[in-house]
């Protein structure tokens, strides 16, 4: 045991905290990573709201599943309230997510007319979007089992806040966050403590 392999070990030791500092960034577990056609095997219905169809992982996260995506004959719901959102987005030149949002428009009327995607709801409900992806995934999970991916924090909190319900009945909802490149990972809140922690336990990391 001599300075140089203590060292060493001071080293490795980094090495794994600069490893788990990038898990646990975003509370997710990097041997968790899922993919959509996973998430339409595993699911009843796998529903994603208007902030993952902006982002810019949207298409990687496609394009990663697409052939399995077909093969299971599956489509990947999308609720009228996410598309009307979007159409009222393209039509404000004001509006952040303008050019985004005009470029969105014809690539899900493709993956509609493919049957990766399909469109569920009332289109002539303007109510605050919230409010009917929220109902819409409520009632849903009374029916059958439910994954939703989502960049909102607050969305996915109430969604989670769902299934500690026990007076409302249903399937448990699952929420998913994708990254920036369009990774796949199990939304975790903060009343859920990340499991990572017994790994910087392991390796007395503070």
């Keep these: 045991d001599t300075d140089r ?14 490893y788990l500092k990038d898990i646990i960034r975003g509370g997710i577990i990097m041997s968790e990573r899922l993919t959509l056609s996973d998430l339409l095997n595993d699911y009843g ?13 949207f298409e990687p996260m496609l394009r990663e599943s697409a052939r399995l995506i ?8 999308i609720h ?9 987005f393209s039509r404000n030149p004001e509006h952040s997510q ?19 995607l399909k469109f569920e709801g009332n ?11 929220l109902e819409f995934v409520i009632d849903e999970r009374q029916r059958q089992t439910i994954a939703i991916i989502t960049l909102d924090k607050k969305l996915s909190d109430d969604i989670l806040m769902q299934n500690k319900i026990s007076s409302f009945g249903g399937y448990p ?11 796949l990972f199990p939304y975790q809140n903060e009343d859920n403590p990340n499991p990572v922690e017994k790994y910087k336990r392991l390796f007395h990391i503070i």
Aim: hydrophobic share 40%.
């Design 5 to 18: 392999s203590r060292g060493l070990g001071d080293v490795y030791k980094r090495q794994i905290f600069v």
């Design 45 to 57: 219905i796998v529903v994603l709201d208007t902030c993952v169809l902006l982002n810019k992982g």
């Design 70 to 77: 077909s093969e299971t004959r599956k489509s990947i719901t």
């Design 80 to 88: 009228s309230s996410v598309v009307n959102e979007i159409v009222r």
């Design 98 to 116: 303008y050019e985004n949002a005009k470029k969105l428009l014809p690539l899900l009327n493709e993956l509609e007319r493919a049957k990766i």
């Design 123 to 133: 289109f002539w409900d303007y109510r605050l979007a919230d409010q009917q992806f």
């Design 173 to 183: 909802a699952t929420v998913i966050r994708p990254n920036k490149s369009g990774k």
